[in-house]
């Protein structure tokens, strides 16, 4: 369905509840599509008078559930903190996910579950690449919400084919952009190694980071998931005489790379994109990999990487310091971690769509408000949103890093930019605080 087809089909029903409305003397309730005032009806699937039903996948189980597996405690310790505050108009955020194993054939299955079966008004954070693209045509052919999705593939950012689906984080080709610019400007002698996974996240970011690195490029090594041996790939690279290393791949890979050269007795300087470089994760990676020969993520002091959202590693960040709140109140198992942190960031914003939609929205209502207020919303990103109706991109930007022990520092402002050869700038906008409630306060669109 395309946005047009989309609209019409909503202008359409919103023409003939006008019309029934109409007969019955009931035109001027108030109460109907995203508008406020009035009472709380069931406006939609997955919505009733105190509840809106949320679902989402994730791999709950696998080789890549290290790390991915805490984002729904996240979202689901920032749910029930607002669900402890009075709710979205009243209601109740009821918040279901199911574990897909990073399988996409599961992934199809489980999405197919929460939609006919659970009946959500939304799907939020669909976690993966291969795997979130598995149900993309089959959530827009039903009109399904499809917001927020874990991954950074231009694929979300399609508004023409794919009307219900928006992205979130910062996406891989203008994360590779801002890298590499930050390597020519600052290591304009290095000989550039990439190190990508073999998909659309190492494709994109390897276009961007081309657009400014192309003559320094020296060697370019895919690796496919769940091949663990990387030592074909490493050895590569030295040969090749790489003494910069750009990495687009999964935490997992971010160990088995640094293990394979410490064993081949290869240092170069690392680059990992943001989605890599959770030194925490990435740590405890290390020791299970290397049968407790390494204990921590001592490999990883120097190595450069992106941020856009606080971490834990900034504890006086006022960001971090209400998911800290938040997570000692939802009275869950664990310490809070940047995958938590991320889910809690996913779900404010996922509360800032549902209160700008209106008191009874409908799933179009609910598109509708991210595409015509969700680039004003400020939350936790350092940068802008991108989101229009023509636009269904999210972040707009990062900044550089560089790892240090469990901390990091900046070592870039935030830059900002679009695909393709926009510029790279930086950002304008001020840092936002939270509100002194931890809650959004958004006006409904209409």
Request: aromatic fraction near 10%; hydrophobic fraction near 35%; include cysteine.
């Amino acid at each position: 369905m395309t946005r047009s087809s989309r609209r019409l089909v909503s202008f359409v029903a919103a023409a003939t509840v006008a019309t029934t409305l109409a007969a019955c003397g009931g035109g001027d309730s108030g109460g109907g599509g995203g508008g406020g005032g009035g009472e709380n009806e069931a406006s939609d699937i997955g919505i009733t008078e105190d509840s809106i039903k949320l679902g989402a996948h994730y791999p709950l189980t696998g080789v890549a559930a290290p790390g991915y597996s805490e984002i729904p405690t996240g979202v689901q310790a920032y749910f029930d903190f607002v669900n402890a505050n009075g709710g979205v108009n009243g209601r109740q955020i009821e918040f279901v996910y199911r574990d897909d194993a990073y399988n996409p054939t599961n992934t199809s299955q489980v999405v197919n579950q929460l939609v006919l079966e659970d009946e959500v008004f939304a799907i939020m954070s669909g976690l993966g690449t291969p795997t979130h693209n598995a149900v993309t045509d089959f959530l827009n052919s039903e009109g399904v919400p499809d917001l927020f999705v874990s991954s950074g593939s231009r694929l979300w950012d399609d508004p023409e084919e794919k009307p219900y689906t928006f992205g979130w984080q910062p996406d891989y080709e203008i994360e590779g952009k801002i890298i590499g610019q930050y390597v020519a400007e600052n290591f304009p002698d290095a000989k550039v190694g990439l190190f990508l996974q073999g998909d659309d996240f190492g494709e994109d970011g390897s276009a961007g980071a081309r657009q400014f690195l192309e003559d320094q490029i020296v060697a370019e090594e895919t690796y496919v998931p769940g091949n663990t041996d990387v030592r074909p790939q490493i050895s590569a690279l030295q040969a090749a005489g790489a003494d910069f290393i750009l990495g687009f791949n999964v935490p997992s890979y971010t160990a088995l790379s640094q293990l394979t050269a410490l064993q081949l007795g290869y240092d170069p300087q690392w680059f990992y994109s943001n989605v890599g470089s959770d030194p925490v994760l990435v740590g405890s990676l290390l020791a299970r990999f290397s049968e407790g020969a390494i204990s921590d993520a001592s490999l990883l002091d120097g190595v450069l990487t992106t941020e856009y959202i606080p971490g834990v590693d900034n504890p006086d960040n006022e960001w971090t310091q209400l998911w800290q709140r938040v997570w000692e109140e939802s009275g869950q198992e664990g310490e809070l971690s940047n995958y938590r942190a991320y889910g809690m960031s996913q779900a404010y914003t996922m509360v800032q769509a549902l209160q700008a939609a209106g008191q009874n929205p409908t799933r179009d209502d609910l598109v509708a408000a991210v595409e015509q207020a969700g680039a004003e919303w400020e939350g936790p990103g350092f940068a802008p949103f991108r989101y229009s109706e023509d636009k269904h991109a999210g972040y707009s930007g990062m900044l550089v890093s560089r790892l240090l022990g469990q901390g990091s520092e900046e070592l870039t402002p935030v830059l900002v930019t679009d695909n393709g050869d926009a510029d790279i700038t930086e950002a304008e906008n001020e840092p936002a605080s939270p509100p002194e409630s931890g809650i959004p306060d958004e006006e409904p669109i209409n």
